[in-house]
């Protein structure tokens, strides 16, 4: 099983939809949580972080942590083509220091 | 505030060389954490130093190595470059030492392209 789940996609929606992205992850004790933007050709860029159950909000973002389910999502509101990219779930590791465990991404597409 | 900075942006070598890779973190940084990332294995860490120390190793052969400096910059090297080292390289910098639950993560540099042929 692999330590952080995410379904590769694409995930397709129209423009002004709403963009529901999953992460699952393996290790019942992780605590941070984080979830970066990667355009193609670029490098990721940080979106939203969260180490608390329930909802942050940011913006048109929102990430949902469930700690008893080991789940991670990320809403994306209002969704434009510019948000079209790979987004990366990513779990910080227990006494690990600074490492963190990426999922393999899931790539979002918003059409007009 | 300048970003992380990663040169050279990208190289191209023969199988059988070494290469060396620089980062320099965000000013105030002192983690630098090392990534690849591949099409098929996705960001695989690689390794993380903090005050000069390597703190943690991913599972990498023993031909990936690195260092950091005084003044927080890092290095990683190569040797005996494989075609399957062909892969972005990420250098990721963080302002705190890391295990407390409010960690705010990484910013990534723009990444090192590595071509083995």
């Known amino acids: 099983q692999k330590e952080v789940e995410q379904n590769s996609g694409p995930l397709s929606v129209p423009e002004g939809a709403i963009a529901s992205l999953n992460c699952t992850y393996s290790d019942r004790v992780s605590q941070s949580f984080f979830w970066y933007r990667q355009y193609s050709g670029k490098s990721p860029e940080l979106i939203m972080s969260i180490y608390s159950n329930g909802d942050k909000e940011d913006g048109r973002f929102t990430a949902q942590l469930n700690k008893a389910s080991q789940y991670v999502s990320l809403l994306i509101r209002d969704s434009q083509p510019s948000d079209s990219a790979t987004y990366l779930c990513a779990v910080a590791i227990p006494g690990g220091y600074n490492k963190l465990i990426f999922g393999a991404g899931t790539r979002l597409a918003v059409h007009p | 505030k300048a970003g992380v900075t990663q040169t050279p942006r990208y190289l191209i070598k023969t199988r059988g060389q070494q290469v060396t890779l620089s980062c320099s973190p965000i000013s105030g940084h002192r983690s630098v954490s090392w990534y690849q990332q591949t099409p098929g294995q996705g960001l695989q860490f690689l390794f993380e130093y903090f005050s000069e120390t390597q703190r943690n190793k991913g599972n990498f052969p023993g031909r990936f190595s690195g260092r950091q400096f005084s003044n927080s910059r890092s290095e990683m090297n190569v040797s005996t470059l494989e075609l399957g080292d062909s892969a972005l390289y990420l250098c990721?910098?963080?302002?705190?030492?890391?295990?407390?639950?409010?960690?705010?993560?990484?910013?990534f540099g723009s990444g090192t392209r590595l071509t083995v042929v």
């Open positions: 990721a910098s963080s302002l705190e030492g890391g295990r407390t639950p409010s960690w705010r993560g990484y910013t």
